[in-house]
């Protein structure tokens, strides 16, 4: 449905999606392997990711058309607690330095193409190959859901309205991903990520001449959030423990979801890995930039039918049209990268971890090429339903849920490359305490990300992910501790017999 199409930033928009849909298909030609009837090629890229497109790539599925539209419309309702994304991405780099590199070598020498595959190889345990492969799939779906109600907000400022806009868009994501493989986003990755940073770097230079400057800003923002009487835009003392919390929990989860680390093992090596783990901060910047837009919603008295509209609406109101249809562009086309890499982590992790363990273990590498092909269309068919079908309120809830989820596979995951203490019975019984403890938690506190306790000082709210996983390794310690202690026990009894 048209409702007041605007025709100047509908043609650039149109004429920008097309040139990455014919981008999208040519990726199949783009560094041809031999065939990509083989995992490693349509599910990696080959393994030959260098640092630039490695680069390009990661921070395309990190910092995602969501990301455009959340972070502002966060900053816009709350204030400064809506930073706590800058924290949590440089937290993650040393992580990515440092452990990354250890994982990508494991991966590369053994074959490995998913988290579940590193685990069964480090313990040997089925149950808990498929223990994480099923959380990454299950955090993953929300995630993609997320995407397209991403690229809807963008569709929308736009002025088309109705379900066929965004069916036919994902449509053609779902075509070319399927014929390209893990190559289309890695090329598409570079024109959105250019375009992301003129959207941005346009926004903070004429924005604010339009305003009044920076401190007519922040100004009208700190007297909007007193009106509303939350909010600020500095943290309240009260702040600062949930605040820091949710960076680190969320750090530390950020590369355990199944895209992330696609990017991490289709890197051409460990040199790879380090050399962006120092040069992602730029998005970083970019970040805190795009950040500033929701305070800019303020000065700029935007009235808005839902915070998510504050990025699409600064753009309508304070920009040309032709502009405008190029910001609306950047975003829709920013969810078509990480939805694509996303597809394909789930699509690797079925048919590694679940198809060819449980359903034909003599599948050929063509014949797991193909089964992880129309996986990854069902994953985005699922995920579109989704959005169709539920209230966003709903992908939004489910999205926190699969943060605390993905993060109880660290220990399986990250343990094992350096430890050869724990058992895989005593990770997988952490795993299952972390997982059904957190997910209580937060339904109990109507699906919010922080859980308030008493410490004796007064109620501390903390990241529920993070408390979810510090349960997870007291029960993998103390479970591997009994296991361990057992048979010295049965030995003691027999000596002494």
Do not use: C
């Amino acid at each position: 449905m048209l409702t007041n199409v605007d025709s100047a930033a509908f043609a650039v928009f149109l004429a920008l999606f097309v040139l990455v849909t014919g981008m999208g298909f040519v990726a199949s030609r783009w560094r041809k392997p031999e065939t990509l009837a083989h995992l490693d090629e349509w599910g990696l890229g080959g393994r030959k990711f260098g640092t630039w497109i490695t680069w390009f790539l990661v921070g395309g599925d990190f910092y995602t058309a969501y990301t455009v539209i959340a972070v502002p419309a966060l900053v816009y309702a709350v204030g400064a607690y809506g930073f706590f994304a800058l924290p949590y991405t440089i937290i993650v780099y040393p992580f990515v330095f440092a452990v990354m590199p250890v994982l990508w070598k494991v991966a590369k020498e053994r074959g490995y193409v998913t988290a579940g595959d590193v685990v069964r190889g480090a313990y040997g345990s089925r149950g808990l190959e498929l223990a994480v492969a099923a959380t990454g799939v299950l955090a993953t779906m929300p995630y993609i859901a997320l995407q397209l109600i991403g690229m809807e907000v963008a569709i929308k400022a736009l002025g088309l309205h109705g379900e066929v806009p965004l069916v036919l868009a994902f449509l053609v994501l779902a075509l070319y991903t399927y014929s390209s493989g893990l190559r289309a986003p890695a090329l598409i990755a570079f024109v959105k990520d250019i375009m992301i940073y003129i959207v941005v770097i346009a926004a903070i230079a004429i924005v604010p001449s339009k305003l009044g400057g920076y401190g007519e800003i922040f100004t009208a923002a700190d007297a909007a959030f007193a009106k509303k009487g939350t909010g600020g835009i500095l943290l309240s003392p009260a702040q600062i423990v949930p605040y820091a919390s949710l960076a680190l929990g969320s750090a530390l989860a950020a590369f355990m979801y199944p895209h992330t680390l696609t990017g991490i093992f289709a890197s051409s090596g460990g040199n790879t890995i380090r050399k962006n783990a120092m040069l992602l901060p730029a998005y970083t910047l970019l970040l805190g930039l795009l950040a500033l837009l929701g305070y800019m919603g303020h000065a700029a008295g935007l009235k808005l039918a839902s915070n998510n509209d504050v990025v699409p609406e600064l753009f309508k109101t304070l920009f040309p049209s032709w502009f405008a249809g190029f910001a609306f562009a950047a975003i829709a086309i920013g969810a078509l990268v990480p939805a694509a890499v996303m597809s394909i982590g789930a699509a690797n992790l079925f048919t590694r971890n679940f198809w060819k363990v449980w359903v034909d273990p003599k599948v050929t590498p063509a014949g797991e090429a193909k089964v992880a092909k129309i996986t990854s269309m069902l994953v985005k068919v699922g995920a579109l339903l989704a959005i169709l079908l539920m209230p966003t309120q709903f992908a939004l809830d489910l999205q926190l849920l699969g943060g605390l989820w993905i993060l109880q596979t660290l220990p399986a995951l990250v343990f094992g490359l350096y430890l050869n203490w724990f058992s895989s019975s005593a990770l997988l019984a952490g795993w299952a305490v972390g997982l059904a403890g957190g997910s209580w938690l937060a339904w109990s506190d109507g699906l919010k990300p922080l859980h308030s306790m008493d410490l004796g000082a007064g109620p501390v709210a903390v990241y529920t992910g993070l408390l979810a996983l510090a349960l997870n390794i007291v029960v993998a310690v103390v479970v591997n501790l009994v296991l361990k202690r057992a048979p010295q026990q049965r030995l003691s009894r027999e000596a002494a017999e």
